[in-house]
């Protein structure tokens, strides 16, 4: 197995009519802006075309379905191509795996540095933001038109997977791309609103009493709080509606290490860490069993709340 | 007076040798960085520059002043030519403005559509998302490298500006412009950590009270909630750290209007409104003396907290 060009992958989608798309569980707006782009514009090309999925789709990127996924693993009789996108592991997309190996060809689109060659064609280039951005340039490969639905979707997995033009995966093509949807008429805005004005009032509610806990360790260079079972019952709220509260609390002035420490039904407890600039957030996640990256790590405690708490706080003053 | 084009500025400037440049009070990063970009690209050119201002510069802008600023306003004996950017009216810089008028030469380089032709060379366009597109474009007509540092100037304006390019104003342009300033090898991210992770603590704890008082109304299509004068005592915030609050109650799912009241110094309280996609809150403004946009308005109400809570909640449910 070996990486491949966007070129023979585009040869090999052009001879084929059948054509499954896997994007993996937990779907985010690359994950789904990718497959529903992708779909569109094969379909636009004639082909048989779905995007199977396992899960739910997330509220905010309902808009991207445009009749294009399926949960019915026997949509087709005979896949000729299955794709993964964004993804190139077979535990992303678990319950699907048996379907997706079915097909006479497999292939793997993605941008995630982990992912090794896993179908008969490959083309993963961790030096882009998004596979979005694949998926763009496959396109245009493939002499499909980019039209305003197509460039929506395509713009939704990129902003979202550069934290709109922010993180440092985003790059001189992230913009070139976005210029050239605009000539697809994209209405940038209006996509903005659907991925980010769509927020459940719970999640408000538990940001609310998560960031209540607030306090600040080693002279305010950290910043940590938490979360209890009893607010998210209080609240309404589902555990993931806290996404965001550690990169809000590394966003206060001075603070370098910010952690946010989540009770688990089991009982344990779930730490976050982010630094900002120069900490090694992985050296205290691993010193707790756990790791990540230097910037973002996490690790789950076997103890009380309290004394999570203390631990982390501990280690937090000890590398600040 | 008249618009001009951006050559004819550039030629006023190349042949004139001390200039004083203006960003407007309350300065932000479209402002400072529109300022700071012109300021290094004249410099660069050999001109002798400076930005004059009358009030601070925020906290998370304090990066893009390499030197650039005073509050002298005899820091030049006979200024040249006087630019205001970014705004294109006297009240916007009204301690400067005998100073700005001092000058053998007026420029005016803007992006708001209320901006009148007030100076001797004004080039206004407010078909674009920010006034450092405008500064970029000068820059190249005028020969100046775009270095490092002018691009992440230029960086901070625009994507201050553009809403990190979610806001309808966001252009094909703007995206062009940015795909240019990576060849001048910016560190988007880094401007970003700058701007955006740079928030003083008082602002958690202000956004937390505030949105504890939050209440649906007309059945979830009206998001509400209100900042009293004790808030900002026990918090040590500041009024203006309640900005960004009315925003995110729009971004709550079903909600199309959001209104945010404070309360003044003088008794008197202020109501922020925003609509999402359809309901006219300039409207709901104007009913009150105030005025503004379709989906962004505002009014002062000269009664008590509660009595403004239960006025303009009617008013939201009549209009939704």
């Known amino acids: 197995m070996k990486n491949n060009t966007l070129a023979e992958i585009a040869k090999v989608l052009a001879e084929k009519q059948n054509i499954l798309i896997f994007p ?35 509220g905010n990127l309902l808009f991207l379905d445009k009749g294009y996924t399926t949960r019915d693993q026997d949509i087709m009789e005979n896949p000729e191509i299955s794709i993964c996108v964004d993804c190139g592991e077979e535990k992303r997309f ?25 179908c008969d064609y490959n083309y993963v280039d961790s030096s882009r933001a998004a596979t979005g951005e694949l998926i763009y340039d496959l396109l245009c490969i493939m002499g499909v038109t980019i039209d305003k639905e197509i460039g929506e979707a395509v713009f939704a997995a990129i902003t979202t997977d550069t934290g709109n033009f922010q993180y440092s ?5 992230s913009h070139e791309i976005m ?12 996509i903005s609103i659907e991925l980010y004005e ?47 509260v550690v990169q809000e609390l590394r ?25 900002k ?34 631990l982390i706080k501990e280690k937090m003053t000890e590398s600040l």
Not at 96 to 112: G, L, M, Q, Y
Not at 169 to 173: A, L, P, V
Not at 283 to 296: L, M, N
Request: glycine content about 10%.
């Open 179 to 190: 210029a050239e949807l605009y000539d697809a008429g994209i209405d940038a805005n209006g």
């Open 251 to 275: 966003s206060i002035s001075g603070v370098e290490i910010a952690a946010f420490l989540k009770e688990q039904p089991d009982g344990r407890v779930k730490a976050s860490l982010r630094s």
């Open 24 to 58: 993996h569980i937990n779907m985010d707006g690359d994950a789904l802006g990718s497959a529903a782009a992708l779909c569109k514009g094969l379909r636009d090309l004639g082909k048989n075309c779905f995007i199977l999925i396992e899960d739910d789709i997330p």
């Open 169 to 173: 995966n985003t790059s001189k093509r």
């Open 94 to 118: 678990p319950k699907r795996a048996e379907t997706f190996r079915k097909a006479d060809i497999t292939v793997c689109i993605d941008h995630h540095a982990t992912t090794r060659y896993i």
């Open 198 to 244: 769509n927020m459940r009032i719970e999640k408000i509610l538990i940001k609310n009493k998560v960031l209540s806990t607030l306090e600040l360790v080693a002279g305010g260079k950290g910043a940590i709080c938490y979360m209890t079972e009893a607010m998210l019952t209080e609240t309404g709220a589902t555990g993931d509606e806290t996404d965001g």
């Open 277 to 310: 600039r120069y900490a090694d957030v992985a050296a205290i996640a691993s010193a707790f069993g756990g790791g990540g990256h230097i910037r973002a790590a996490g690790c789950t405690l076997d103890c009380s709340l309290d004394e999570a708490m203390a």
